[in-house]
């Protein structure tokens, strides 16, 4: 689960930053949330990808 919601949100931040409209702080959260959830899986011993 949590690898699937780390690929959402790389995939939505990628779109914002090839896309002409960025929604500024949010992408950045979400790229910030997407290395936290691939961190957890890391560091309780799953492949992180």
Do not use: D, N, Q
């Amino acid at each position: 689960m949590f690898w699937t919601i780390a690929v959402i949100l790389i995939i939505l931040w990628v779109l914002g930053l090839v896309s002409s409209y960025t929604m500024g702080g949010f992408i950045h959260i979400l790229l910030v949330i997407a290395i936290v959830v691939v961190l957890i899986r890391i560091i309780s011993g799953r492949k992180p990808l």
